[in-house]
Every structure is written in structure tokens, then in C-alpha cells.
């Protein structure tokens, strides 16, 4: 049986239980994929059938072709890989790396790791605080040159959508290949009709933890630093895993759409409640993910509020939406200017109750009371 989450748990960024199916998939799998996949005997090429089988899976639901879609261990992994696969054959034309300021520490990291690379950031939009970029910064680098370009789809930390469409049609016309880091909305919102290279970690659709996705468009030139074996980039492939997150997507697929109008309700709500109480909400309060609201809080830490919500059965996130740790300050809010050094941020799972959110719309007076007293 699956394992239960807290009713009052609001942390889905962090994962959610595997479902039943999903946790059954990967139980069998871990029985029958326990050979190398590449092996020609018996055992090695039963795992790499149901490797085969979880790739072909997951490309159906995107409409693309298998051999465009890569696995990998984690979504800082399969950034890096994709990150360093394109600097290794554009590095020659230009150092130059554009990303946008309100990237995951993932992205910068991956960039500003490579040797040789000169990390650019971006601007934002300063008509409207919300941390969406700014296009005209974009078109301006993008004439100096640059190796590569990268801009997420959305903010997970705030929710904001940026203008991708509108980025993608820079980036090709300067001939500048475009990463595009999905986490946060597979099986929220719809994906780009049109892209260079997607990432994104399978818990977001309810899959394990231990499992990525890269997929690329046919035309990209990328040279990962370790060649993917049957589509699993670095290491021994996690065939189990890789099983469980087309399983979880495939369970995602009819139902994604509705879940997703009820959580955007469910934020309006709690975003107009946090507002009422003169909390402020960082983020486009429209153009945004359905599940995902940030707020400061002023007077108290971050992680002592988490603490005391915890305490009545409510599970948050504090600090950047790219580590644990509530101690480190958000770099998205700092970019955006905004205050950095104390916020609270929800991500609803995709069946979230309403009785979950009047629990944490009620205790939050209380607990608030506590941390600021």
C-alpha cells in the first residue's frame, strides 16, 4: 500500500506518495530489471525492455519521438549533462551563458561550474514585480553571442509563468539554443508546443525521487560528458525508477487538468486571505503555476513559523524552493527585490481537500501569533 501524506501537507514540490500502481510498477520492476541493460544475455535485455518500454511511455505522453527523451538520476543531474553537453560543442563560438536571474540554483550552479564559461543573468521585468524576465535584456545579450541560453518555464518558487514563446523565438532567430527547465509543470500546466531542451524530475507527476527527464528536440547538438546507455544519462541506469515515473505520468494524463483548476482556485483563495491579513504575496497573481504561492513573513523566521505549523499538522516550505535548508535566503526574492531572509511557500498536491486549506488558512493566525510575539 502507498504511503499516506499528513492531511495537512502542502509541501508537494518536496514529492508526494507514490500511488498504488506507481509503487506496485516499481516493486516489479525492481524484481525483474536487476541486470545491466546493455548485456546481450537473457537477464540484460529483460531490463532493457522495460527501460525501452518506460521511454517509449513517457515520449507518447509528450509527442515525441523516443530517442528524444533521456532519463537521469535527479534534475540538478540531467541539468548538468544537458547544461555541459551543449558548452561542450558551442563553447568554441561563444563563453557566453545567458540565464535568467530567477533560475534554480541547479541551473546557475550547472552553468557556473563549466571551465571557461562566463554566466550572464538577466534582468527582470521591472513594470511588474513578479519575476518574470525581461525580453528586451534578452534580445540585447542574445546580439553579443552566447553558447546557450537559459530560461525556466516557470518559477517554482513563485509561481510565475515567464514568457517562453516570446524567448524561444529570440533564441532561434540569433541561432542560440534554448534550456528550459519544466520543474513544477508537467502535470500542472501544459508544456511548450515548441522547445530545444526540457528538464524536469519525475516527482513532480508523482514519480520517485531518483529519476529526471531530459527531452530535446531532434535538431539539438549536445554532447554529454558521459554518453546516455539506453537513454540514461551518468551512471547505472534506475530502471525501477524510470518504470514508476511513466506509470505515475501515465495515471497523470486524465486527470491533471481538473486537479489543476481546482489548486488554482484553492490558491486565489489562500491569496486572498494571506492578503486580507496584509501578508505579502510574491508572484503574478494571474500568469502563474495553479499550485504554488510564496509570502513573506516580517518579525519571525521563516523555519520557526514551518516549525510551529508542523506542530499542528501543517507541512510548508521556508528559504529558497531549491534547498532545505530555511537558513539560506532565496535568491529569487532577492532578484525580484523583494525581502529574502523570511518566506513561507505552499505547492498543493494535485488532490489537495479543501479541508486542508481551511486547517492551514485557520492555524495560521495562531501560529504567527507565536513566532512574532
Known amino acids: 500500500m502507498a504511503t499516506e501524506r499528513a492531511p495537512g501537507y502542502l509541501d508537494a514540490i518536496a514529492g508526494v506518495p507514490l500511488s498504488p500502481a ?18 546481450m544475455h537473457h537477464a540484460g535485455r529483460s531490463s532493457g525492455l522495460l527501460l525501452d518500454s ?12 523516443p530517442e528524444n527523451v533521456f532519463f537521469a538520476g535527479s534534475g540538478p543531474d540531467a541539468l548538468r549533462a544537458t547544461i555541459g553537453g551543449i558548452f561542450a560543442v558551442r563553447s568554441g563560438i561563444s563563453p557566453r551563458i545567458v540565464v535568467s536571474s530567477v533560475e534554480s540554483m541547479a541551473v546557475l550552479g550547472a552553468a557556473g561550474s563549466l571551465p571557461g564559461a562566463e554566466v550572464v543573468p538577466l534582468g527582470l521585468n521591472q513594470a511588474e514585480i513578479t519575476g518574470a524576465l525581461d525580453l528586451a535584456d534578452l534580445h540585447s545579450q542574445l546580439t553579443l553571442g552566447a553558447a546557450m541560453a537559459c530560461i525556466q518555464v ?7 509563468r515567464q514568457p517562453f514563446a516570446q524567448a524561444l523565438t529570440a533564441c532561434r ?16 500546466e501544459p508544456l511548450p508546443a515548441d522547445f530545444d531542451v526540457l528538464v524536469a524530475p519525475a516527482k513532480d507527476w508523482g514519480g520517485p525521487p531518483g529519476v529526471a527527464i531530459v527531452v530535446t528536440s531532434p535538431h539539438l547538438r549536445w554532447r554529454p560528458e558521459e554518453a546516455p546507455d ?15 515515473a511513466a506509470v505515475a505520468l501515465e495515471e497523470t494524463a486524465p486527470l491533471w487538468q481538473g486537479q489543476a483548476d ?6 486565489d483563495q489562500v491569496r486572498s486571505e494571506l492578503v486580507s491579513m496584509n501578508l505579502s504575496c510574491a508572484g503574478d497573481p494571474t500568469d502563474r503555476l ?22 499542528r499538522g501543517i507541512q510548508v516550505a521556508s528559504g529558497s ?26 505547492s498543493l498536491p494535485p488532490d489537495c481537500s479543501e479541508d486542508t486549506i481551511d486547517l492551514f488558512l485557520s492555524q495560521l493566525p495562531v501560529a504567527l501569533a507565536v513566532v512574532t510575539e
Open 54 to 65: 518506460a521511454r517509449a511511455s513517457i515520449a507518447n505522453f509528450l509527442g515525441v519521438s
Open 290 to 311: 495553479p499550485h504554488i504561492l510564496t509570502f513573506s513573513i516580517e518579525g519571525a523566521a521563516g523555519g520557526a513559523l514551518v516549525t510551529e505549523l508542523d506542530k
Open 22 to 39: 506507481t509503487l506496485s510498477a516499481w516493486q516489479s520492476a525492481a524484481s525483474k530489471a536487476w541486470s545491466d541493460p546493455a548485456r
Open 173 to 188: 532567430a540569433a541561432e542560440v539554443p534554448l534550456v528550459a527547465d519544466a520543474t513544477a509543470v508537467i502535470g500542472r
Open 262 to 267: 481546482s489548486n488554482r482556485l484553492m490558491i
Open 230 to 244: 539506453r537513454g540514461w544519462i551518468g551512471g547505472f541506469p534506475d530502471i525501477p525508477a524510470a518504470v514508476a
Open 321 to 346: 524552493a531549491c534547498t532545505a535548508d530555511t537558513r539560506m535566503p532565496s535568491h529569487v526574492l532577492e532578484a525580484m527585490g523583494l525581502p529574502n531572509d523570511s518566506s513561507i511557500r505552499i
Open 154 to 160: 516557470a518559477n517554482a518558487e513563485v509561481g510565475t
